[in-house]
């Protein structure tokens, strides 16, 4: 066992001396987790769902523990999303209650910390939990299970409809030292219930943490679900996921997966379409400047007949950042009259960046319809000329031709707040600094000419 | 229905399936340095070439097989199998045809290639690659008054060992991967063709490979060099007989193009392909590169690939010079419990250099295919430009398509682009050719043709029409 998981399985040490008296089941799983992270250590370069991805950073990382979740309410207001909703806060992994806003929750609501949940009722959160993404899935959620301890549990009831979205925010503080959180997020949504589901990372700038979190989404019969994911973090931040998705007949899952920050980001995405007419979306935006290393895997897997993916992500790539886009469709035998398209497009604005990407089509049933499509390219310089020809600077023409780019997924994101977070980051991110105001006007004139 | 037609076919008998009963001098199976030292001096080979293949044999030793590839066999025994068998009196090659064998040449009658006929009618020089040791190459003279040197690997040894020495190796590095380093501890037979600056080959080279005499695997190596400004095109061709035992063939092909050279390597491939239930097959490792070296230089791959058991193989170019081009067109149709894991890599070092990948899978039965395909642009690689296509056909429920396409680019200026499709023949289709009046084979036989065209105009005359005819005979084994 190398230096590196042993430092980890010490700090797991250090914490379970206070965890005497939870559920068995609780602490066989945990149990389970460090044994398997113990087996299998960090991954390598050498393991093909990690070629293109080092986890040194982590691995080499000492990381501790937060003791409490005290964040200026004031710094905190700066950074949550401007939306009108049901939030839970934690603060590096730690349930902030102060942060928190649970007024108004309709009935047929449940949403706690993954703590109260275990305190309030363990044997009904204990069936789900880990049934999608098992110790065996990687070691980041081996490593997950053997420190899940906090948390949020969404449970939607038969034919609930939540107006307003649900925010899960995950701060990120720049500490003494840099320390490490393992959230695991639960949500069950009932037959014909539907909600809408933030998930938002965010912190001060200069921490220098590591995220490793796991969720777990069930969609019953005809529940549809629109899951954002906004990943801020601050640039020095850590932050693996990975989001288990179970679709029920007639379900529909729809993922917007924006990764702005982070140093070195890692996301898996897999959606099991186990019933007829389920229906997954993936959208997804990732931005790298500096030298950010963003990677995103998705999955879906057809198991059932008549199910139907697509997916669409945009990639724009600056500096000597590293963009990593695999996308995999896997038909299963049996499962005909399935439809599955995939998109990848990336942008690389310098001539350091680097995009490694890979669409996999795995198809064992013959009544199919498979596309995928991947490009890689750069700014159309012509698009560019036309723009100057109409007096409107290169730095301008680039800013707007690469927002056009985003567009495609941007335009899909319902949330007016995330979309504009996001327009925001991508403009501002451009080596030449320009105001997206600016760039608008300018849009707007150019469509009334 | 079509499915139940395709499924007829595939459980078509193997045409090609027959033994020629040639006493052959085998060595028994096993591999050990003693084995590598006979075939060394069988062949004649200076001291140095004997070194190579140990060094060779010695990094093998260390190896392991490869296990990425979506494939699923046995282990292979490599002491069960024997790694030299030569047509007897070896030392006495005949001259002409009139010397040859005359079961030889009866054998190269029931494949449909009457060797004299088709070499003075097509202008086509064969070096018929028999068991491991070239039995006959004609037209030496013809290409000689060109320049150009076209003869059997053990032969360039002997005659040319400056050029072998200079350029074996250089592009598929012995420990390349486990079976180049075994390709390179025990290679027999293969062709070797030097081009000389600024001639362009007057005909196309072409070898048909047999393998013969049970137990045995072919490693072929195949060495052609294109100097400045030189153009050839060679043609691989291969059938080989009915067989129980699988039969493992682990080729090495490299290709060097300097500047303005422009080499076009097609390949068609129908070993055995199995029996229904997958007993028996070749097993196809091979490992094929091409080196675009000089600047503007072109190397294209075209590949019809229908037998074999177990295909594993990625012609690929590596795209040093500026402005270089590499190309690779493939149709692939497997059936039965073939499987097949193909594709090939283009790596972009070179300014401006274009690369091209068109393939087309057809599975039907219970078989596998898989593409599997990288496409690299390096940072230097300013304006590289590359275009992927692979479209997969599934016949019957039971049958897989899978791609694996890997894209690594780290040039803001490069522009890539890959799509891929997955579909069945569509019962729309069928019914616009069937309300036409005709037949539904007809009918799966036209879309089928049509499906693969854009890889057929790609392959030169001779083997377009093989490579229809093979279509169309597949297709017909559905009558009734």
């Keep these: 066992m190398s230096e590196d998981t042993q430092r980890f399985l010490d700090r797991l040490a250090e914490a379970r001396a206070d965890r005497a008296g939870e559920p068995t089941w609780i602490a066989a799983r945990r149990q389970a987790g460090a044994a398997r992270f113990e087996a299998m250590g960090f991954p390598t370069r050498r393991d093909e769902a990690w070629k293109y991805t080092d986890v040194r950073a982590i691995a080499r990382g000492d990381f501790a523990l937060a003791a409490d979740a005290d964040f200026s309410p004031a710094s905190a207001a700066t950074l949550t999303l401007p939306i009108d909703a049901y939030r839970l806060t934690f603060v590096d992994g730690i349930f902030s209650a102060s942060l928190s806003q649970l007024d108004g929750l309709p009935e047929g609501v449940s949403l706690q910390p993954l703590s109260v949940a275990l305190a309030e009722n363990h044997e009904a959160v204990g069936g789900p939990l880990g049934r999608l993404t098992g110790v065996e899935f990687s070691p980041f959620s081996a490593l997950n299970t053997a420190f899940m301890e906090e948390g949020a549990v969404l449970r939607l009831a038969p034919g609930t409809v939540v107006e307003k979205p649900i925010i899960l925010q995950f701060l990120s503080r720049n500490g003494e030292a840099p320390v490490m959180s393992h959230p695991r997020v639960l949500v069950q949504a009932g037959g014909r219930s539907e909600a809408t589901l933030v998930e938002h990372h965010v912190g001060e700038e200069g921490a220098a943490n590591f995220t490793n979190l796991v969720a777990e989404v069930i969609l019953e019969r005809n529940a549809m679900l629109t899951h954002y994911k906004l990943q801020e973090a601050p640039l020095a931040d850590l932050h693996v996921a990975s989001i288990h998705v179970e679709q029920a007949r007639d379900s529909r899952y729809t993922s917007f997966n924006l990764n702005l920050g982070g140093a070195l980001v890692r996301t898996d995405l897999i959606s099991e379409l186990n019933g007829e007419n389920a229906t997954s979306d993936f959208y997804g935006l990732f931005y790298g400047e500096g030298r950010q290393h963003v990677d995103s895997h998705t999955l879906a897997n057809h198991n059932a007949p008549r199910t139907f993916s697509n997916e669409n992500y945009k990639g724009i790539l600056d500096d000597r950042s590293h963009g990593v886009f695999n996308g995999k469709v896997v038909v299963k035998p049996d499962s005909q009259k399935i439809e599955g398209f995939q998109s990848n497009a990336n942008l690389l604005l310098s001539d350091r960046a680097e995009i490694d990407a890979k669409p996999e089509l795995e198809i064992y049933a013959d009544d199919v319809k498979c596309t995928h499509g991947c490009t890689t390219g750069q700014l159309d310089e012509e698009a560019i000329y036309a723009l100057r020809a109409r007096g409107i600077d290169r730095q301008t023409a680039r800013g707007l031709l690469t927002l056009a780019f985003a567009g495609e997924v941007l335009e899909a994101v319902g949330l007016d707040a995330i979309a504009e977070r996001v327009e925001l980051a991508v403009a501002g991110k451009l080596p030449e600094r320009f105001n997206l105001a600016g760039l608008v006007e300018t849009a707007v004139a150019l469509g009334d000419e | ?480």
């Excluded at chain 2, 009866?106 to 290639?113: A, N, S, V």
């Excluded at chain 2, 097609?266 to 196809?284: A, L, R």
């Excluded at chain 2, 081009?325 to 419990?337: C, D, H, K, L, P």
């Design chain 2, 1 to 480: 229905m079509a499915t139940e037609e395709m499924e007829q076919l595939v459980r078509r008998e193997y045409k090609e399936g027959f033994v020629t009963d040639i006493e052959s001098e085998t060595l028994p199976p096993g591999l050990d340095e003693d084995v590598i030292a006979f075939i060394s001096n069988k062949k004649g080979e200076p001291e140095w070439m004997l070194e190579w293949r140990l060094k060779a044999y010695r990094a093998w030793l260390k190896m392991t097989p490869p296990s990425w590839a979506h494939l699923d066999f046995p282990p292979i025994d490599y002491q069960a199998i024997s790694y030299f068998s030569a047509p007897k009196r070896p030392e006495d090659r005949p001259q002409s045809l009139d010397e040859v064998d005359p079961k030889l040449l009866e054998t190269y009658e029931k494949l449909g290639i009457p060797l004299h006929e088709r070499a003075a009618l097509a202008g086509v020089a064969v070096d018929a690659v028999f068991d491991s040791v070239s039995v006959t190459t004609t037209f030496k003279e013809k290409l000689a008054e060109a320049g150009v040197i076209f003869c059997s690997i053990s032969e360039a040894v002997q005659e040319y060992p400056e050029l072998v020495k200079q350029y074996l190796g250089t592009v598929v590095p012995q420990t390349d991967n486990y079976f180049t380093a075994l390709n390179s501890a025990v290679f027999t037979d293969g062709s070797f063709v030097f081009v000389p600056k600024g001639v362009t080959c007057p005909m196309e080279l072409s070898t048909y490979f047999r393998i013969n005499a049970e137990n045995t695997g072919q490693f072929e190596r195949t060495l052609i060099i294109c100097e400045e400004g030189a153009q050839v095109s060679y043609l691989e061709g291969c059938t080989a007989p009915m067989r129980d035992e699988n039969q493992l063939h682990a080729a090495v092909v490299e290709l060097v193009a300097l500047d303005d050279a422009y080499i076009k390597y097609s390949t068609v491939q129908n070993w055995y392909p199995g029996d229904e239930d997958g007993k028996g097959g070749i097993y196809n490792f091979v490992t094929k590169r091409g080196d675009c070296r000089g600047d503007r230089s072109r190397i294209s791959w075209t590949q019809v690939e229908t037998g074999s058991a177990i295909t594993w193989k990625y012609p690929s170019c590596v795209l040093r010079g500026k402005d270089s081009i590499g190309e690779f067109y493939s149709v692939a149709v497997t059936g039965g419990r073939q499987q097949a894991d193909t594709g090939t890599k283009m790596i972009h070092i070179g300014e401006g250099s274009r690369s091209s990948i068109i393939s087309k899978g057809i599975s039907s039965g219970r078989s596998n295919q898989s593409y599997r395909g990288l496409v690299k642009i390096g940072p230097r690689a300013k304006g590289a430009r590359n275009f992927t296509e692979c479209d997969s056909l599934l016949i019957g429920d039971q049958c897989g398509a899978h791609t694996f396409p890997y894209q690594e680019i780290g040039n803001s200026t490069a522009t890539v682009e890959h799509e891929a499709t997955t579909s069945k023949i569509g019962d729309d289709q069928l019914f616009y050719c069937q309300s036409r009046g005709i037949s539904e084979e007809d009918a799966v036989s036209m879309i089928v043709n049509g499906f693969c065209k854009d890889v057929f105009q790609e392959l030169p005359m001779e083997f377009a029409v093989e490579a229809e005819a093979l279509l169309r005979v597949t297709l017909e084994g559905s009558v009734g």
